[in-house]
Nanobody
């Protein structure tokens, strides 16, 4: 059973930056695409970013393009989400997920392992 542990959330002012981290517990990290999703109160969980198993392909949701970067470190079994120029509408619980395949997907059902989430709050 894969375990994912997120960290790095917090309270930041609009325009600020945060870097989220997600540690993957298994050697299957090297063959799994990884994704970040977020869920604001009263809203559905939505896709933020994903990266292929090999790290050579990334995909981003339109609202975060140009402000957010996903990356992965194989030595640390960790995937990162660097978030810059944060906006109040970025406020949500952010979840890390490991995919069933090596291809980066924006679809929730393509991910079979999820972290517990980390809260990001952006004040105006």
């Amino acid at each position: 059973q894969v375990q994912l542990v997120e960290s790095g959330g917090g309270l930041v002012q609009a325009g600020g930056s945060l870097r989220l981290s997600c540690v993957h517990s298994s050697r299957t990290f090297t063959v799994s695409a990884m994704g970040w999703f977020r869920q604001a109160p009263g809203k559905e969980r939505e896709f933020v970013a994903a990266i292929s198993a090999s790290g050579d392909r990334t995909t981003y949701a339109d609202p975060v393009k140009g402000r957010i970067t996903i990356s992965r470190d194989y030595a640390k079994n960790t995937v990162y989400l660097q978030m810059n120029d944060l906006k109040p509408e970025d406020t949500a619980v952010y979840y890390c997920a490991a995919a069933l395949s090596s291809y980066p997907s924006a679809t929730v059902r393509m991910y079979n392992s999820w972290g517990q989430g980390t809260q990001v709050t952006v004040s105006s």
